[in-house]
């Protein structure tokens, strides 16, 4: 008798980069996974991404590819706008729906599809692939084996300039643009995860010509103390990488802030009442030769090297495969295959507490 699995039938909704990205990466999974249809608003656009990456067959519309009787599993790719409607169509079919990021439009419409899921005894959870590449379980285990200390803040940025284009979603507010939901989730997401839940929130942002945040930051305070900051453009550049600090390390996640694999684990020691790292009223020897002259000189000329004289660091390395999208397709074929519904790595509640953040934070821009 064969112990072959037999391979999670996908139906891609949408034709955009994203969903070509994710089909690219399905194929690290062999076998396990396979696309069987795609379903675009255009029947063209369809047609000429089934051609481009070997899909059998391109669907007339959204509807015939969620009901698509050769169909596990539905990934949605369409403007946020869309979401709630077309997560809709595949949990009426009965079907498995990994939703891309943002989850949907706003919290109410987050609401909606998780409650119709529930109900109807579907597998439903946010795509947001960052939360299942290696990295972050590995960040994870540092953070739990207590080897930051007590979590203190976090610090993420995304931000790439792009030509403002009203013709792309990513500028139309009504199709869900603006820099928060396609570039600040990520942080913002990833704060949820390692800080946990968050109470308070503040938050600014510039409105650009075509009616969406352009730039903006969010500060937020979770429940256990801790304090997050979250800064996202579409206009500007920016390091993309995060930071979260403990009493007794800080972990480095050197960008891109959402496909890492590497991140410094850098260890400070504790400074005494009176500012110096042995804890004398001068701060003793270390001190002392932290603040000589040569040290200084040296310091200037290798910016940091006095700190990392008084540091220890380790580099961090967990690389991922493929482009890295498979690993969320991954979670889903696993959930399927234990019966669950939900994801314990991206459970419905924080997607859905993460769209009232986002809620809250665009209510402040205006």
Request: hydrophobic residues 45%; contains cysteine; aromatic residues 6%.
């Amino acid at each position: 008798m064969s112990n072959t699995v037999a391979p999670l039938r996908w139906a891609v909704l949408g034709t955009g980069v994203v969903s070509g990205k994710f089909v690219q990466g399905l194929r690290v999974l062999g076998p396990a996974a396979r696309v069987v249809t795609v379903a675009s608003r255009d029947a063209r656009n369809a047609t000429r991404f089934a051609a481009q990456f070997g899909v059998p067959t391109a669907a007339p519309d959204y509807a015939s590819a969620a009901q698509h009787r050769d169909v596990d599993a539905v990934y949605i790719a369409t403007p946020p706008s869309e979401h709630e409607a077309h997560a809709m169509l595949a949990i009426a079919a009965g079907k498995a729906v990994l939703i891309e990021k943002p989850f949907a439009l706003n919290a109410g419409a987050a609401r909606r599809i998780a409650e119709a899921a529930e109900a109807a005894g579907v597998f439903c959870m946010e795509a947001m692939w960052t939360r299942f590449l290696p990295m972050i379980a590995r960040i994870s285990q540092k953070i739990e084996a207590g080897d930051l200390g007590e979590i203190r803040s976090l610090q993420g940025n995304f931000m790439i300039p792009n030509r403002v284009d009203a013709a792309t979603s990513l500028f139309d507010p009504a199709r869900g643009g603006g820099a928060l939901l396609h570039r600040g989730i990520y942080p913002l997401s990833l704060a949820r995860q390692f800080l946990g839940p968050i109470t308070g929130l503040q938050a600014t942002g510039r409105i650009g010509d075509t009616g969406v945040d352009e730039d903006c930051v969010l500060v937020a305070r979770h429940a256990n103390g801790a304090v997050s900051t979250v800064t996202a453009s579409l206009r500007s550049a920016g390091s993309n990488d995060l930071w979260i600090a403990g009493t007794r390390a800080v972990l480095h996640v050197q960008g891109p802030i959402f496909r890492p694999y590497q991140a410094r684990l850098i260890t400070v020691p504790a400074r005494g009442a009176a500012g110096g790292n042995t804890g004398g009223p001068s701060g003793g020897r270390m001190q002392a030769i932290k603040e000589s002259g040569f040290a200084q000189r040296v310091n200037q000329m290798v910016p940091g090297a006095v700190r990392a004289l008084l540091s220890g660091h380790k580099t961090l390395r967990a690389p991922y495969a493929g482009n890295g999208y498979h690993y969320e397709a991954a979670e889903v074929a696993a959930c399927l295959a234990r019966g669950q519904t939900q994801s314990a790595l991206m459970p419905l509640e924080q997607s859905i507490q993460i769209m009232d953040m986002i809620d809250q934070a665009r209510a402040q821009f205006s």
